[in-house]
């Protein structure tokens, strides 16, 4: 959410920056809306204060047993509760206006994200080579299905199309990613982890900025009023909920796994299939919560900390700056990892790291107690997969595949599975 009080008090700056992201944002609505609200309450105050001089006047007339003016003090008294109950009538009203408009209102852009479509993202740098090969790379699918690592016909018995299964050596990969992962940003980076519900409340969704404005793309329980997780960044994003942090405390670092329900509407093409986008999938989330002036370099670690992944894993990545127009509804500021896959010929994103300044934790009222003392203030979120399984999962096949189907596993990955090739198994 942003702060009410620094769009009034310079709203064509906040509206320029606003446009940044979308050329037909008004704050015209918001700015009426306000005025009114503050107005409504300049009516109510002062009918409050002569109600309470009504009040102490009526006390000195009952003293002085002046009955004919008590009466006409007690009429004028009754006339303006009537008021005041109409004018608070609509306070209530205009405040939950006012409160909508404010909550439909995405973050600012900071300074340093450029203009631009979402084709026109600024490629920072790259790791790795494309590998090559002497034969056309096959898609993922084609490599998981020969290899008895995924089966998508039967999940889709199960539940429907874009639901991947998998098993065998699949499942055992899959679960050998969650856990190296999560092991690697607990003890080389120092995260603390949580394994948090995978249902949540509306609250929770309105902190982390899925809503109100993303509702259609979320899985949601009628009945218990509970939505089911779509990135464990929604979970995070409450764990400090109206509490004062010490800043000596800070930055908190949290690494989470869950598995992510996303709605997905829509028909897609060759591209998508697969495991590029889907309804369910797994992922390891990184959270942080710290100061204003230490975010940007929070940032940027946080990035780090998710290449280390893929580094590790050999695999061949490019790092993103993502333009104003795509940024996440409550990001200042987004950078993304996108890993190559050579069966489709293009770059996938991995992982979205994003700065939401303190967008999350005024919704949420997560503030710091400063060091010096001092009035608390909002703390900075910061988010970023660390990473998601499903085009790692592809990455890992299509980046190193063999003539013959089989793929060569990283090293990381063969110790844990305890074999260095998966290789089509003859029934």
């Known amino acids: 959410m942003l702060d009410l009080r620094k769009i009034r008090s310079n709203p ?20 009426a809306l306000d005025e009114e609200r503050r107005r409504l309450q300049q009516e109510i105050d002062e009918i409050r204060r002569r109600q309470n001089e009504g009040s102490e ?36 009203k205009v405040e939950a206006e006012l409160e909508a408009e404010l909550l439909s209102l995405p973050n600012v852009p900071h300074e340093s994200v450029p203009l631009g479509t979402k084709e026109e993202k600024v490629v920072l740098r790259t790791w790795g080579e494309p590998p090559k090969f002497d034969f056309p790379p096959q898609h993922h699918v084609a490599l ?14 199960i539940a429907g199309s874009r639901f991947p299964m998998y098993v065998g050596e699949g499942a055992r990969l899959e679960f050998a990613l969650l856990h190296w992962m999560l092991e690697l940003h607990v003890r080389e980076h120092g995260y603390t982890p949580v394994l948090p519900p995978i249902l949540a409340n509306r609250r929770s969704f309105l902190v982390s900025g899925q809503l109100p404005k993303f509702a259609e793309e979320l899985y949601f329980c009628q009945d218990d009023e509970l939505y089911l997780n779509p990135t464990a960044e929604s979970l995070l994003a409450n764990l ?20 992510c329900f996303r709605r997905e509407a829509g028909s897609y093409g060759e591209e998508q299939r697969g495991l590029i986008r889907v309804h369910q999938f797994n992922k390891i989330e990184l959270f942080w919560y710290t100061t204003p002036d230490a975010s940007y370099q929070a940032l940027e670690e946080l990035v780090h900390h998710a290449e280390r992944v893929l580094q590790l894993l050999g695999l ?3 790092v993103t700056l993502l333009p104003a127009s795509d940024l996440a509804f409550q990001s200042a500021k987004t950078i993304d990892i996108e890993v190559w896959l050579p069966g489709q010929g293009a770059y996938y994103e991995v992982s979205s790291c ?49 003539k013959d189907g089989s793929v060569v596993l990283p090293q990381v990955l063969a110790e844990l599975l305890d074999r260095e090739v998966l290789r089509e198994t003859t029934s």
């Open 57 to 92: 006047r009526i006390a000195q007339l009952s003293r002085a047993q002046n009955t004919e003016e008590r009466e006409q003090v007690l009429a004028e008294l009754k006339v303006l509760a009537e008021k005041r109950k109409g004018l608070e009538e609509r306070l209530s």
């Open 316 to 318: 061949h990545y490019r």
């Open 144 to 157: 998981a299905q020969r290899l008895g690592l995924l089966d998508f016909e039967r999940a889709a018995k």
């Open 354 to 402: 994003s700065n939401c300044e303190d967008f999350q934790a005024r919704r949420g009222n997560v503030r710091y107690r400063p060091k010096g003392g001092g009035k608390p203030q909002f703390v900075h979120t910061l988010n970023g997969s660390g990473l998601a399984t499903s085009r790692l999962f592809a990455a890992i096949l299509e980046q190193n595949q063999r």
């Open 240 to 259: 400090h909920n109206d509490e004062i942090l010490e800043e000596e405390k800070l930055p908190l670092k949290y690494v989470a796994y869950t598995p």
């Open 12 to 31: 064509e700056e906040f509206l320029a920056r606003l446009r940044r992201r979308n050329p037909g944002i008004s704050l015209d609505r918001l700015l």
